[in-house]
């Protein structure tokens, strides 16, 4: 059967002097689960926002089932039947499950002359759709209350309400713990057999054998090649992802026994309790734990970013007092944020600005700031950790998720800290980036910093860290030594309840 | 560094305010011979003088995300302190500061309020708006205060050749804050609030420091046009100054600040509020009526607000 649902022909997308995709094909299969991998700024989002009508397509052709197509926004795309579940999520957190479903189309009935709202009928029929989800959510829950999970499965049950042929996910296992992405992959499976096309974009290629298809592979903007599932080992799709053969890094060989950082019964409230930790100076310390665990919590608090009950920081033995984040700078500690776009970067200004940002008080000389030099620290930056950028005056908003983190990092290494806390790093972005934070990562601790990792992916922690610690519902299950350690160790003590040695 | 060439679209798309200003000009210009003169010109600049004073707060406000709707009540309760600590017999000099102090207290309630209570500034100014005005009323009895040294009518009325004062010194405070806005740890830190606040709290910026200073300036600007207000017309009003949080705000918005913070810039805001200037300006000279005028104003504000959200939208 050589049934297409979807084909994409030679689509070129600039911005501004950048040209962001070029010549873009992709050819999908009515039925089939199509996945879409790249590096970073390979031209995945924009190919998908331009499918999915989120950006105008000038040059090239959309054939959806043979019709050529000129979608003018996401929404006449959804009304074709072709949808997008991003990583963030289009859902409005303070209305219901089924207003969320048939927001903008919500059902209506005749009352006299004029028409009126039929939630009986909004509630029913999106029962019906969480249903055919096999989902316990009911339609009347609050959106907001719901797991990232749960959110996900409301956007799929909103792509559902319109006659839906082709689902494109971004990143949908990037945020669900292990049996969630069990799940995940049930509905995926259900959704295929009813005829529906599914373009899986995703960076976690160990997941791809088990779902796709099919796998097409962006590079810089262009169509490298389509490849059966079958014949695409995960060391060919990397090798046409970056083009070359990538080493994997090897654990920090720098750990000291100085000791650097000293927590010490550390607590907030049901968030998290008594948690002790020390860092060493050049160690690599992961924090492994399932979502929910308290983590990301600790780390804010511990930066001064939330307010803790109590608990005490020694920072090369000298107990410091951390109340805001300007407190915890000024003792040397730095944090690149998990959510970059929120937390981490000001979207519309420019690299310089936004490095400079951490470092203000720095570069002012006596009453003017040193802009030059922010600009030539900027540079440096662009060059060692290989930002790709037109230049430092470009807008962060412009770059990929992979160079927009890297100017994360930049803006903390920039204040030269002794200790950086790392939440999710490498969340989100392609495999060649992931490996040039990992060395990066390396030489820092080779430089005498101590690292605090957060990380969901066991791989990972497992693969950079010196020491792991686990955490589990607010409290430290595990300290050990990264030495024969399994996933299958570190989920053990991610899910126990208490500390046992 | 690699610099793209501008093309003529993008050139007028940028320059599209100053453009508009210009031909706005030369219409006014050819339509009455009494526009393009030295003293008509100067004139306009004088008038728009002391409220422009107030714009630079204003537009730091807007520029950190917030908005402060109580800048004409702390004109207005600005200048009646200032008449009547004159009035008790505080010579000039010890009386002008004070009454400078009194507004930096005033935005020291708002932007603390704001700060630290982490409140919308809408909600907490537009209580400080109708406290403050009254407060300027109850203490003159609705009445203007004058009989104070006329001595001090110099700071407002006086010239270097044919400049205004009142032109030099809002040249000079916008030479400062322009500067400080651009060329400091604190302007930046104002920009990176309104820009994305989290992200600035995490960076180190004390960001509910630096909000609640940004209110106090505003204010203590707000004192110096009082000052400047009483000065001009020799008496302290409680009912002057009034709607010139809309007026700030319109010359702000004009001048292509962003309502929604991060982005604007003061010399955008001195356009924008000579914009409105010199459109009433040449309604006057062309003898339209006032009712007219004010339809024109607000359909001009419209049209520039437009404009801009265009120019905006097709940056690159």
């Known amino acids: ?501 | 560094m690699k610099r793209r060439q501008m093309t003529a679209k993008e050139f007028v798309i940028r320059y599209i305010m100053y453009l508009v200003l210009i031909v706005m000009c030369v219409v006014l210009a050819i339509a009455n011979d009494k526009f393009l003169t030295a003293d008509n010109l100067l004139s306009i600049v004088k008038q728009i003088s002391i409220q422009s004073i107030v714009a630079i707060g204003m537009t730091m406000i807007i520029i950190t995300g917030n908005i402060d709707l109580s800048v004409g009540s702390i004109v207005a309760f600005s200048s009646v302190s200032a008449a009547m600590m004159m009035n008790a017999g505080i010579p000039v000099v010890p009386a002008m500061i004070l009454t400078i102090l009194i507004g930096g207290v005033l935005g020291l309630i708002s932007g603390g309020v704001t700060a630290k209570l982490k409140l919308h500034s809408f909600l907490v100014t537009l209580a400080l708006m109708q406290t403050i005005r009254g407060l300027a009323q109850t203490m003159t009895g609705g009445y203007p205060i004058s009989g104070f040294d006329s001595s001090f009518g110099k700071i407002a009325s006086g010239t270097i050749g044919p400049i205004p004062y009142l032109v030099i010194y809002m040249v000079i405070f916008y030479a400062v804050f322009i500067y400080i806005m651009k060329y400091t740890a604190f302007g930046r830190s104002v920009y990176a609030i309104g820009g994305n606040e989290e992200s600035a709290r995490l960076s180190g910026i004390h960001v509910e420091w630096i909000k609640t200073i940004v209110f106090v300036i505003s204010s203590m600007l707000c004192g110096v046009a009082g000052l400047l207000l009483t000065a001009k017309v020799r008496s302290g009003d409680p009912t002057c100054a009034n709607g010139w949080e809309m007026d700030t705000i319109a010359g702000a918005i004009i001048g292509g600040t962003n309502m929604m913070g991060g982005e604007g810039k003061l010399g955008g805001t001195i356009i924008g509020l000579l914009f409105v200037g010199i459109l009433s300006n040449g309604m006057v000279l062309i003898g339209v009526n006032a009712y007219m005028q004010s339809v024109i104003k607000g359909l001009v504000i419209f049209l520039a607000v437009i404009l801009n959200s265009i120019q905006k939208r097709s940056k690159v």
């Not at chain 1, 839906?164 to 995940?184: C, G, H, Q, R």
């Not at chain 1, 890094?249 to 650097?260: E, I, R, Y």
């Not at chain 1, 600005?353 to 000389?365: E, F, K, Q, S």
């Not at chain 1, 101590?450 to 693969?463: A, F, N, T, V």
């Open chain 1, 1 to 501: 059967m050589n049934d297409t649902i979807l084909k994409v022909c030679d689509v070129t997308k600039k911005f501004g002097g950048i040209t962001a995709l070029e010549n873009a094909c992709l050819e999908v299969k009515k039925g089939e689960i199509h996945a879409l991998v790249g590096a970073n700024g390979a031209g995945k989002s924009t190919l998908i926002k331009i499918v999915t009508g989120a950006y105008s397509n000038e040059e090239g052709k959309i054939f959806l089932e043979g019709k050529e197509l000129h979608i003018k926004s996401t929404f006449a795309a959804r009304a074709l039947g072709i949808s997008a579940v991003y990583q963030e999520f289009s859902l409005i957190n303070t209305v219901s499950v089924a207003e969320n479903i048939y927001m903008g189309k919500l059902l209506k009935k005749k009352l006299g002359p004029l028409q009126k709202v039929d939630w009986k009928k909004i509630n029913s029929e999106a029962q019906k759709i969480l249903d055919l989800l096999e989902s316990d959510i009911t339609p009347e829950t609050l959106v907001g209350e719901l797991s990232v999970a749960q959110k996900q499965m409301i956007e799929i049950a909103k792509a559902l309400s319109n006659d839906l042929k082709v689902l494109i996910m971004d990143e949908p296992t990037a945020s669900l713990s292990d049996n969630d992405i069990e799940s995940m992959f049930g509905i995926i499976r259900d959704l295929k057999k009813k005829g529906i096309s599914i373009i899986y974009v995703s960076h976690r290629l160990e997941e791809l054998p088990a779902i796709c298809d099919r796998i097409s592979i962006y590079r810089d903007g262009r169509y490298i090649k389509t490849l059966d599932i079958k014949e695409a080992s995960k060391p060919i799709i990397i090798e046409n992802m970056v083009g070359k053969n990538m080493t994997s890094t090897k654990q920090s060989a720098s750990v000291t026994n100085q000791v650097l950082l000293d927590v010490k019964h550390f607590s907030s409230g049901k968030k998290f309790q008594n948690i002790n930790l020390t860092l060493h100076k050049g160690e690599i310390l992961g924090i492994a734990g399932l979502a929910g665990a308290g983590r990301t919590e600790f780390v804010r608090a511990l930066f001064g970013a939330d307010r803790k009950d109590g608990g005490i920081v020694l920072v090369e033995g000298k107990e410091i007092h951390i109340k805001s984040p300007a407190d915890a700078k000024r003792a040397g500690i730095g944090f690149v944020t998990e959510d970059r776009k929120e937390e981490g970067l000001i979207l519309n200004m420019n690299l310089h600005t936004n490095v400079g940002m951490t470092i203000l008080n720095r570069l002012m000389r006596r009453f003017r700031l040193d802009l030059r030099k922010e600009e030539e620290l900027t540079d440096e930056y662009i060059q060692t950790l290989s930002i790709k950028c037109r230049d430092s005056r470009q807008t962060v908003k412009d770059l990929s998720g992979g160079n927009q983190q890297k100017v994360v990092i930049a803006k903390w290494l920039v204040t030269e800290p002794k200790i950086l806390i790392m939440d999710e790093p490498t969340r989100g972005i392609d495999v060649a980036s992931k490996n040039q934070i990992y060395s990066l990562m390396n030489e820092l601790a080779a430089q005498g910093i101590g690292i605090i990792m957060i990380s969901s992916e066991l791989p990972e922690i497992l693969q950079v860290s010196n020491r792991i610690i686990v955490f589990a519902s607010g409290k430290v299950t595990g300290k050990l030594e990264n030495k024969d350690l399994t996933q299958e160790t570190l989920l053990d003590y991610a899910t126990r309840l208490e500390e046992r040695t």
